[in-house]
């Protein structure tokens, strides 16, 4: 790359001009310096072509005048002015016609640039005077100077009006202040203006720049919201740490006395309402294990584990909520279907998924799950797929559906941390999670699992 030095000086100042003064000083100086070039290598020539054709036409004019031929007979002898008659017909002044008498037969001219010849025919004894064409020459060459000139101004305002406001505020004055309100708008914040239009991106070196900053935008875009997504996990981590502590001790506790009720009360139903109790105690430490998987990664076990009775199991946990009585549940999933992962892990992401479902349709809707089995990568998976009839994901939250704390319900039952937990439990099972709208309305959770 050739090595540029500062500027300084007259330079320092030009390179310091806007764009647009920058560039009409410089087509204004090449307009300039073209039009005084163009004219100097014409006119000169013209003049030149032009003294010669008056030399020889004066010479010839000259001969014919001084030779005894009848110059009314000539064609355009008009034009030269030609007169013949007597000293008075001709207002001959007294000092020419003495030397015409005295020399008769010779021109007479006053000085070798005068405009008039005078002769005396000897034959006739007529005087004769013609008016060398000296100024037509004149006349034309500055004719031809003010013509060009004229031409050359003209041509001169039209190519810079063409450039200023035809050319130039297309292809530069306008696509540099594209990406000037564009940067305007990515200092504002505002996502919505931040990018240059495709539309108007032309495929020249400004056109690679406007692309080459589009990308640039959106990959500092995607790294701040992965930033972002960062400080609330890690936040969320802390939090969840804190209240999982908290949780650990009244629930030993409670655990611990529904163990000691069972010692002690014989009854069957007492034992069946207590192993209720100690199972959903333990589910409850079960999910408080999991909060702290926020704040520092921990081993979990994991074997081949049936489809079907963790997706029983959530909905029946689900189903607790009065509404779930209202709606029509279905789960097409064969018996056999099986996949690696942790049966209480995999049960709370279905209870996120449920639970978005059942807080996202009206009574009377429905909840389907279905599952398809594929191959990818020469290893086979299970995508789980859950469906619901409501309203659909606004296209607004559906890019961060599966950030921390993002939500499309403003009541009490959004708390924007059911996808995010449901995304990094499937996650640490090497699976993904997709979101999306049906086409005959309603949302689509997808859960892709290794299968069994």
């Known amino acids: 790359m050739q090595q540029i030095t500062p500027a300084s000086g007259l330079g320092r100042t030009f390179g310091n001009l806007h764009i647009r003064p920058k560039l009409i000083v410089l087509h204004n100086l090449f307009f300039l310096v073209l039009s005084v070039s ?19 036409e004066i010479s010839l004019i000259t001969e014919i005048f001084a030779a005894d031929r009848p110059l009314l007979r000539l064609p355009k002898i008009a034009t030269y002015d030609y007169r013949e008659g007597s000293a008075n017909q001709l207002q001959l002044p007294s000092e020419i016609q003495s030397w015409l008498d005295a020399h008769p037969g010779e021109v007479w001219q006053n000085a070798p640039n005068s405009d008039i010849l005078y002769r005396k025919d000897p034959k006739t004894s007529l005087y004769r005077r013609i008016t060398l064409p000296n100024l037509v020459y004149d006349d034309v060459v500055e004719r031809a100077k003010v013509t060009l000139l004229i031409v050359l101004g003209a041509l001169y305002v039209f190519a810079v009006a063409l450039l200023e406001f035809v050319i130039m505020p297309r292809y530069v004055y306008g696509p540099i202040q594209w990406m000037l309100s564009a940067d ?73 006395s529904i163990e000691k009720l069972l010692e002690t009360v014989p009854q069957p139903p007492a034992q069946d309402r207590l192993n209720r109790m100690l199972r959903v105690t333990q589910r409850l430490r079960t999910i408080s294990e999991g909060l702290v998987d926020f704040a520092r990664v921990r081993k979990q076990t994991t074997e081949s584990v049936q489809l079907k009775a963790i997706v029983d199991e959530a909905w029946a946990l689900v189903g607790i909520d009065e509404k779930a009585s209202q709606v029509k549940f279905e789960a097409h999933i064969p018996e056999n279907e099986s996949v690696i992962g942790n049966n209480d892990r995999l049960v709370q992401v279905f209870v996120n998924l449920y639970r978005n479902a059942l807080n996202a349709i009206e009574p009377g809707g429905q ?86």
């Not at 163009?38 to 020889?56: D, N, Q, S």
Request: with cysteine; proline share 4%.
């Open 38 to 56: 163009v004219y100097l290598a014409l006119i000169p020539a013209f003049e030149r072509r032009v003294a010669t054709a008056k030399t020889i």
């Open 184 to 256: 305007e708008a990515t200092r504002r914040g505002d996502r919505e203006h931040e990018l240059i239009d495709d539309r108007f991106i032309t495929e020249d070196e400004i056109g690679q720049i406007m692309h080459s900053r589009n990308q640039t935008v959106t990959q500092l875009r995607q790294a701040l919201d992965h930033l972002e997504a960062q400080d609330r996990l890690a936040s969320l981590g802390l939090l969840s740490a804190s209240v999982a502590h908290e949780m650990n001790t009244p629930l030993a506790v409670l655990h611990g």
């Open 367 to 452: 909840i389907q799950t279905s599952t398809r089995r594929y191959g990818r990568d020469g290893k086979p998976w299970v995508c789980v797929s859950v469906d619901d009839d409501g309203p659909g994901i606004p296209p607004g939250v559906l890019p961060d559906i599966f950030d921390a704390f993002v939500t499309s319900r403003l009541d009490a039952k959004g708390t924007g941390l059911g996808l995010t937990v449901a995304q990094g439990i499937v996650q640490q099972h090497g699976g993904a999670i997709h979101a999306s709208n049906r086409k005959g309305g309603g949302a689509r959770l997808e859960v892709v699992l290794p299968a069994a």
